[in-house]
């Protein structure tokens, strides 16, 4: 049980890549595809995944420089980001599949009649192409994307956004995620902050912090749901 109360909670946001869904596979075969169409040669799939989590832009500069603090110039960085878009949105469900019990967390949470949301630092178009290929659309009230407001995570405002569209307290939200991206939105915000330890990021390595350390570590979503379950009202 976690060392927390959650029978306050009356919504729960999710971040997407590393969380609801492994896309690395899409992500590394996108990455390499651009990098091969600008004469570079291929990345492994693991340094691309050390790329990502602050949207495709970013990304895209990551990979061409294969350097996470790499920055392209202009024109690279048009070229390999318009050749990696093209691909990705032609690929982007090959080979991405949701995490073990993602659909099931989903509807148990959705049987508690709590509105669901995505806030992902991926675009908005491709976090919804994304959901809708794999099925997962379904499940959702909302999706926020990177590109939806004029900030994306580690800022509070896409989960404020959620909370304030949601009709819900920010503190009595949950947002669900794999990297310091996530914690440090969701303790900006004022919500609860559930760190998966399946994902892309070291949750023990993030736990060490003090400003990036969850409220509550899990390891699958139908703990979640479990969790509520318990505390929630018997009225409810």
């Not at 991926?122 to 976090?127: G, Q």
């Not at 909370?163 to 009595?172: F, I, R, S, T």
């Amino acid at each position: 049980m976690p060392q927390i109360t959650l029978d306050h909670v009356q919504a729960a946001a999710f971040d997407l890549d590393g969380t609801l869904v492994d896309s690395i596979p899409d992500l590394a075969a996108s990455a390499n595809a651009m990098r091969v169409a600008l004469g570079m040669s291929e990345l492994p799939r693991e340094t691309v995944q050390s790329y990502v989590g602050d949207g495709i832009g970013v990304l895209v500069h990551r990979a061409l420089m294969d350097d996470y603090q790499g920055k392209a110039d202009e024109v690279l960085w048009q070229q390999g980001f318009s050749a990696f878009v093209k691909h990705y949105s032609a690929n982007i469900a090959n080979a991405t599949r949701p995490y073990p019990q993602t659909e099931a967390g989903l509807g148990l949470l959705k049987s508690l009649g709590i509105p669901l949301a995505v806030v992902t630092n991926k675009s908005e178009v491709l976090a919804v192409k994304l959901l809708k290929d794999l099925g997962l659309d379904g499940y959702f009230s909302m999706v926020v994307g990177g590109d939806t407001l004029p900030e994306r995570k580690p800022s509070p405002e896409p989960l404020r956004y959620v909370a304030e569209v949601l009709g819900v307290d920010c503190k009595n939200m949950l947002m669900v995620g794999d990297s310091h991206n996530d914690i440090l939105a969701a303790k900006a915000a004022g919500c609860v902050a559930v760190g998966v330890t399946y994902g892309y990021g070291d949750m023990v390595e993030l736990s060490q912090e003090e400003a990036t350390k969850p409220d509550w570590l899990i390891g699958s979503l139908p703990e979640i749901y479990e969790h509520l379950r318990v505390q929630r009202p018997k009225n409810d």
